[in-house]
């Protein structure tokens, strides 16, 4: 492909100048503004910002489901848009909040729908895959023919990342997936997250406004403002991550770090906006 | 209050104000010397039931024939037309000032010319049963297929599933509750249909419904016979609610289990 041949290292993920305006009727809103983000390849990039920054809307430019005004994104060089062929999309999935899972299928039945979307659930080692990652997220087989309707708001979770991690994704893009979740199981799915992505080698673009998450997790946290990327901060913990970080003092400093340039982008973009007002 | 009692409340309360009600019109007709044409006190009318329970059975039978098979029908069709509507918005646009006219149009009008041209008949009774009861289906299923979660459309987009994927798997199921929901006001409907159709067939001998021999229990001013049927017409109507809120949820199970909760 022509990207690659190119001499800068390149992103998986690829946004330049997106910009994208929300129209109804008269009233309109511009609610992502020439952004500029870069995803390597294997890390872990939280977006963080404040509701109503455009952060899960720009996961849905990146996954395909919102086309944007102007700018483009790219997924390994090719463009990413509503009509992108399948092959591109199949290198994406999405674990969406609240879980989603079909509420008439078991948890089996959950996990292999995008597979059986595809038409590849009888193709080669998809069921085992399947099988195996029931096993990872937690599930013993005597759940696996359960309704999600018996299941806690954790294992309903589970099961969401394991179906979106069923169809072997090279980038995942999960929206605020843990936060109606209490802070034990929070840091608890933080870390099998943590497992798949180093066991799977997926890239994961993951949206969320709660500050230890974005930093536990992540390789970069991108925090988000009124629909730009404001600045980008190399988490300075080392992987794998260990549950005990949480409660060390660099943990709580670097906290500190995030939470002010968090303040600070709001505080200057609101200057900027009335400068130009 | 302990379950138990708490059904006792739910059971014997409407029991006992049923008693209630029939002891005041009990002591109404007797203080007033009410004619029996007029009112007929309510032993009366339990005597005409006892009575008459051979030919009003028979009858009920049959008039449950005609409006189940007129419900089954508007599920049926009624489901077929929603999932069209669903597909095109050109068809729904199309159709919809016609499906709210089977809504609007009063059946009492409209069963006579539907008797000229189909007949004193059991078909007749099923249309008209179903041109009545088919209104909630439509309007139900329709807004169910349309108004699927949007997260889960995202989920069937992004692996890039075809139209009739996202109606087999997602859609239909989404609305199968509707489905239930719309049968459950199609149920007293159709019951209704299937009677007033059966007041215009009369009494011509080849069909007899409840609503056949309550004409013909009007026309000899027998009141208490009359209201012995329309007790059977009621007791009609709740029998075909209940048959569809079983169905509804043995079907529905899957959709609304709670038991064994499973917590981390």
New interface residues.
Partial sequence: MNSDLQNEPKGLIECQGVSLTFRNGKASQQVLRELELKVTEGHIVTLLGPSGCGKSTLLRVIAGLIDCDSGNVTIRGSAVSKKMPMQVRHEISFVFQESALLPWRTVWQNVVLPLEIRGQLHEGNCRSRCEELLEIVGFAKSDWNKLPSQLSGGMKMRASIARAMSTSPKVLLLDEPFAALDDILRSKLNDLLLAISAQRQCTMLFVTHNIAEAIYLSHEIAIMSRGVIAEILDVPFRFPRDAKLRSSSDFAAYYGIVAEGLIASALTRQVTEKGIA | MKPFSRQLVTIASPFLLFVLVAIVWHMVVQIFSVPKIILPSPIAVLQALWEEKWILLGASWITLKAAAVGLVCSAIFGSLIAVLFSQSSLLRVALYPYVIFLQTVPIVAIAPLLIIWSGNNFRTIVLVAVIISIFPVISNVTSGLLSI?E??R????????TRW?MLI??RI?SA?SQLILGLRVSSGLSVIGAIVAEFFVGNSGEYDGLGTIMTARQALLRTPELMAALIACTLLGIALFTLVNLLGATVLR???????????
């Fill in positions: 979660n997260n889960l995202d989920l069937f987009r992004m692996q890039g599933a994927q798997k997602l199921p199968l899957r959709w609304t289990k709670t038991d064994g909760f499973e917590s981390e």
